[in-house]
């Protein structure tokens, strides 16, 4: 019913940036929240950032000033621009979106396939 497709992952040195984007798909009516989680290497999946439908944003930690969140509602798209990448930013980055299909079932989590980023020199 839904897909979400991430793309612009890849190999980047140290210092360098990348831009992720996410297409949703499908039969939607509306689209809440869309976020975007990594996972590392043998570590759990973790949230990266929010934004919500109006725009509202908020960033982990380790990202905040270095990655900015941002989606084209018209669109169902999400976009992550990450600047000033570390090594320890290497990880499959994974779209994740609330989407309403059926106004009977309510908002569903939907999940991409993920797009990896390794950051090395």
């Known amino acids: 019913q839904v897909q979400l497709v991430e793309s612009g992952g890849g190999l980047v040195q140290p210092g360098g940036s990348l831009r992720l984007s996410c297409a949703a798909s499908?039969?939607?009516?509306?689209?809440?929240?869309m976020d975007w989680y990594r996972q590392a290497p043998g570590k759990q999946r973790e949230l990266v950032a929010i934004i919500t439908r109006g725009g509202s944003t908020q960033y982990a930690d380790p990202v905040k000033g270095r990655f900015t969140i941002s989606r084209d509602n018209a669109k169902s798209s999400v976009y992550l621009q990450m600047n000033s990448l570390r090594p320890e930013d290497t990880a499959v980055y994974y779209c994740n979106a609330d989407v309403l299909v059926d106004v009977r079932w309510g908002y569903q989590d939907y999940w991409g396939q993920g797009t990896p980023v390794t950051v090395s020199s």
């Open positions: 499908g039969s939607i009516v509306s689209i809440k929240n």
